[in-house]
């Protein structure tokens, strides 16, 4: 049985500031000012691309005094890339299958 990809998961990591985000944080656990630096995005854009991951289940907060850090949760992308694997492997079996014209 084939798996089907988590489009919900790609629709949030399909944003280019989103994505970088996410590897971003695949480095290092990073807190909103942080991540203001290395993207240039303003504070409230940012804020809301972390919270539609956060809401994705992508990153989850570490809260540290007046600061929130955030750290990728490495199993939701492995995941991800796992669905990609069977999908692959499923096409690497299908070229076999040629269904035929009518």
Known sequence: M???????LMRVLGDPLRLRIVTLLARETLCTTHLVEETGA???NLSNHLRVL?????????????FTYYK???????SLAG???????SARTAAENKRACP
């Open 72 to 78: 990728l949760r490495p199993d939701v992308i492995a």
């Open 2 to 8: 084939m798996t089907s990809v988590d489009t919900e």
């Open 42 to 44: 303003r504070q409230t």
């Open 54 to 66: 956060r809401e994705a289940g992508v990153v989850e907060t570490e809260p540290c005094g007046r």
């Open 83 to 89: 669905q990609f694997a069977e999908l692959a492997e």
